[in-house]
């Protein structure tokens, strides 16, 4: 908490979030993931560079480890 801010992040994803209550914030940094998710999990892999398959990868692995997908 920081001036009366909770402040959520996620460092491996470069996101963060910011509110007055808890719940929000984290439901924020969820909204940011499932993004990243359609981004770059629900496209088609021929449309992703390199670095995009990486970070693809990188966000499956993750969400697999964090909810045992």
């Known amino acids: 908490m920081d001036h009366q801010l909770y402040i959520v992040k996620n460092a491996l994803f470069d996101i963060f979030s910011f509110n ?16 990243l998710w359609e981004d770059f999990v629900s496209v088609d892999i021929e449309i992703l560079a390199p670095s995009g398959i990486a970070f693809r990868n990188l966000l499956k692995n993750y ?4 909810y045992a997908l």
């Open 20 to 35: 007055e209550d808890l719940e929000e914030a984290k439901k924020d940094i969820e909204l940011q993931i499932l993004d």
């Open 63 to 66: 969400l697999a480890d964090e």
